[in-house]
């Protein structure tokens, strides 16, 4: 059941008896704008280390192990052309417990407490918690530079797009943080309380309206929804953007990113995620067998969709010095999939593990609602029993389709050998 709050501002009650804790989720959701892509990162660790009347991590966390051990976490993503900051709490069912508490209320008015009364004395968030966790954001920061497939990740993603918003990792930048004070953050903290699109969502064994009614008692006021679509297109040009980068590694990473033109459940989709599981998505796939097993040219190689920017992206460990190989290889498992070259038993066994990921990701409430808000976003719904139709309804000729319409439009190749 979906209940509108205020313009901008959705309830999404799930009732079920399947767990016995309940999970709440508030997504704020806001247009990418590298100008606030680093504000939101730093929100999403301030806002989970104090408050107003928890003024210091201990009592914080004090207050959730009052709430029955319940866990408590802010987090930012992004999704196609839209940020979003993630405020999420998992508190028991107070049907199991022997004690008659009001244990969800509680987390409720925990929840209202972080989010409408944080640490703020004079306009500015407090200056010891914000400079604080200002320096663990760029400490974070600086370990991505010692995660050598995560940095190669990044560094391709500044390669293929040339929207300064895409670049943007969802984290931010070191560079944008600098210019972040404690009273500008709480300025564009009262932005996005104001204007972001708010959905809220709670599952578990829960009334419908008491939940509406709950959440009713947040202070939001409408707001503007954004019009654009969620799906982003990349600017499409013929010329392969290639960067070779040397550093001190002992593994050498080769990351390839490809234009696909297949989007979230439109007509490819489905015929697309097999191809993937075929070429590099599963431990069956092309990439897997030839690439790392068959001729032991990688440490890891496997491929991965993203369909609400039309892109796919490689990754492999590899030895510096056979680069050359490891790509005429990559190259050689994509064009067996144009020309056809993989078995009906291959197929089936895709389909089978994509439907499995599907059924198992049920058991997780954190998956439940996540499928739920991104269906949401790009209005349409898909059953389970939808979704296996669809995938079992995918032709072989549907998946050579596919593997012929994606092309190679970036490389970033990290490298222990000086560049010659």
């Known amino acids: 059941m979906s209940i509108q709050l205020q313009e901008g501002v959705n309830i999404h009650v799930l009732p079920t008896k399947k767990y016995k804790t309940i999970r709440i989720v508030l997504k704020f959701r806001t247009p990418l704008d590298k100008k606030n892509i680093t504000k939101r990162a730093l929100l999403s660790s301030l806002l989970e280390t104090n408050s107003k009347k928890y003024n210091s991590q201990t009592k914080l966390r004090s207050e959730l192990a009052n709430?029955?051990?319940?866990?408590?976490?802010?987090?930012?993503?992004?999704?196609?052309?839209?940020?979003?900051?993630?405020?999420?709490?998992?508190?028991?069912?107070?049907?199991?417990?022997?004690?008659?508490?009001?244990?969800?209320?509680?987390?409720?008015?925990?929840?209202?407490?972080?989010?409408?009364?944080?640490?703020?004395?004079?306009?500015?968030?407090?200056?010891?918690?914000?400079?604080?966790?200002?320096?663990?954001?760029?400490?974070?920061?600086?370990?991505?530079f010692d995660d050598k497939q995560a940095y190669a990740s990044l560094s391709l993603q500044r390669l293929y797009f040339e929207d300064e918003n895409q670049k943007t990792p969802s984290i931010g930048t070191l560079e944008d943080l600098n210019d972040i004070t404690a009273a500008s953050l709480y300025e564009y903290y009262q932005e996005l309380l104001a204007e972001d699109c708010v959905d809220i969502y709670v599952l578990g064994d829960v009334e419908e309206s008491e939940m509406t009614e709950a959440f009713r008692a947040f202070p939001f006021k409408a707001r503007q929804v954004p019009r654009e679509s969620i799906f982003y297109t990349a600017t499409t040009h013929n010329k392969l953007i290639e960067e070779i980068e040397q550093q001190e590694v002992t593994q050498a990473k080769f990351n390839l990113a490809y234009e696909t033109n297949v989007f979230y459940q439109d007509k490819n989709y489905f015929a697309a995620q097999i191809f993937n599981g075929l070429f590099g998505g599963f431990p069956h796939s092309k990439l897997f067998m030839n690439v790392r097993e068959k001729e032991s040219l990688a440490y890891y190689a496997s491929s991965t969709l993203d369909t609400f920017r039309g892109m796919m992206t490689v990754q492999t460990g590899i030895d510096s010095t056979k680069v050359e190989q490891v790509r005429e290889i990559i190259q050689l498992q994509l064009i067996e999939m144009q020309n056809g070259n993989f078995s009906d038993e291959a197929i089936d066994q895709t389909k089978e593990m994509l439907k499995n990921q599907v059924l198992q990701s049920e058991d997780n409430p954190g998956a439940v609602m996540e499928k739920m808000y991104t269906q949401q976003l790009v209005g349409s719904t898909l059953t389970t029993a939808e979704f296996e139709q669809k995938i079992n309804e995918v032709t072989k000729e549907e998946i050579i389709k596919i593997a012929n319409q994606v092309y190679l439009k970036a490389t970033f190749f990290l490298t222990g050998e000086e560049n010659k």
Do not use: C, W
């Open 67 to 144: 709430l029955y051990g319940a866990s408590f976490g802010l987090s930012v993503t992004k999704k196609g052309t839209m940020h979003m900051l993630t405020v999420g709490m998992t508190v028991v069912n107070e049907k199991y417990l022997s004690a008659n508490e009001n244990v969800l209320q509680d987390g409720i008015d925990f929840l209202k407490e972080i989010l409408f009364h944080p640490n703020v004395t004079d306009g500015k968030f407090d200056e010891e918690t914000f400079n604080r966790e200002k320096e663990n954001l760029a400490d974070y920061y600086e370990s991505i």
